[in-house]
């Protein structure tokens, strides 16, 4: 039987780099969402996301093809359940890379999911790496760093939270708390 691994945290705090490190490992396999967002210029529609119309995301939705879905700066954002449960059935370690409401949605749906919450060093640390990032536009920027905030009070609900300071240290707690070698 495989494991969902829920990973959360504010957008730049490093959950997208941390996966997929995590990832290397044979036995760790990243889900695929389904996004209304439009691609950013690194993205493939099939790898980084799904990309769809907000009339796909509703047709999904009312098919219960999504485990959990969400609204987060504007756009919408959900687990295709199928691959899913497929990677649950073999010896998989599943990751999903998803916002604190869907992580909610999932740990009622799967109270044995380990849940993760990333935290940047600091709010600094954390509008600094997005800048460097440079895959949003400033508008959208300063709204992830206020939605910061808001996600910042889920925090204890989640069952370790990992300070991504130093991204090597970051990588080897999460492979110890996933009992990965
Ligand atoms: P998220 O997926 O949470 O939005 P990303 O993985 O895209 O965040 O990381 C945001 C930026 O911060 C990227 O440019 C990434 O290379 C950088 N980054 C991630 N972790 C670290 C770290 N531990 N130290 C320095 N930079 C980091
Ligand atoms: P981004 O636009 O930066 O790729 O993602 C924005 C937020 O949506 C991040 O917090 C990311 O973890 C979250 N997210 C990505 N996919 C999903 C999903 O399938 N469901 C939910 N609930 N959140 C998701």
Redesign the pocket.
Known sequence: MGKIVIIS?P????????CKLLEKDQHVKKSVSATTRPPRHNEKNGESYYFVSAAEFEDMIQRKELAEYATYCGYCYGTPVKALKEALKNEILYLLEIEVQGALQIKEKFPEAISIF?LPPDKNTLGQ??I??NTNKEDDMLLRLETADKELEFKDRYDYTVV????DA?VNTIRKILNLG
Not at 164 to 167: A, H, Y
Request: net charge positive.
């Open positions: 945290g957008s730049g705090s490093g959950k997208t780099t941390v990333l790496r997005l460097k990032r991504n300071d130093d991204l970051t």
